[in-house]
């Protein structure tokens, strides 16, 4: 079965430290691995993603995402963080079984520390 | 920001009632797709669609129904609503083709709560 996990349910940072959040997969053939962001009452906002090519890739708002094929992990990442980063960011997978849905990890709330 | 809407942003409404939750996109895309959230919670996906006429049911059971009369349009709708049916709604669609192929944009979100 296809899936995602985001082994934890929160991180804490402290401002202009590196921020990790991770996330593993687990999928047949090729992986489409997105990030996304949410803030409070809202929706989801689209960060970066990972189709082919390079396995670092830089998104919005300085984020970036390693994908690591042997360890099957996308792990975002952000050199300093900043307070305005913490909200709830979820991983996803697109399932690549002939359709278009994705599977989205259980979220992982950062909060970053003045 | 994406240009994709969804109304209302809140309702409480009374249980029995019938409801739509309407969605709409500007961006042309073929697909689109209902999650339901609760706050602070993993998504569930509960209904998507590959373009017009086009509908199927998701991975979580759920009591609404769905249609696809126009590319830019797919309402959500409850014929008659419940408590349990309390939680956040997410729009989101996609397309196939181009840069972005693949991304969801998601609309802000319709919070209902059934009393």
């Known amino acids: 079965a296809q899936s995602v996990a985001q082994p934890e349910d929160q991180v804490n940072v402290a401002e202009g430290n590196p921020l990790t959040v991770k996330c593993t997969y687990s999928?047949?053939?090729?992986?489409?691995l997105f990030w996304y962001v949410q803030y409070p009452n809202r929706g989801l906002q689209f960060l970066l993603k990972y189709i082919t090519g390079d396995n670092l890739v830089k998104g919005s708002y300085g984020f970036e995402a390693e994908f690591n094929k042997s360890q099957t992990s996308f792990h975002l990442k952000k050199p300093s963080a900043l307070v305005s980063d913490s909200a709830l960011y979820f991983c996803?997978?697109?399932?690549?079984?002939?359709?278009?849905?994705?599977?989205f990890g259980t979220g992982t709330r950062l909060k970053v520390l003045a | 920001e994406a240009d994709i809407y969804q109304t209302p942003r809140y309702l409480v409404i009374g249980t029995g009632k019938k409801i739509t939750l309407e969605c709409s996109q500007t961006m042309g895309h073929d697909k689109m797709y209902w999650y339901q959230q609760d706050p602070g919670m993993e998504l569930h996906l509960i209904h998507y669609s590959y373009g017009v006429n086009s509908t199927e049911k998701g991975d979580l059971s759920s009591e609404s129904t769905v249609s696809r009369i126009r590319t830019e349009h797919f309402p959500l709708t409850l014929e008659s609503a419940r408590p349990s049916h309390t939680s956040q709604y997410l729009c989101?669609?996609?397309?196939?083709?181009?840069?972005?192929?693949?991304?969801?944009?998601f609309g802000p979100g319709t919070r209902l709560t059934v009393l």
């Open positions: 996803a997978v697109r399932v690549t079984s002939g359709t278009y849905k994705y599977i």
């Open positions: 989101a669609s996609s397309e196939t083709r181009g840069g972005l192929a693949d991304t969801q944009y």
């Open positions: 999928v047949s053939g090729n992986p489409y």
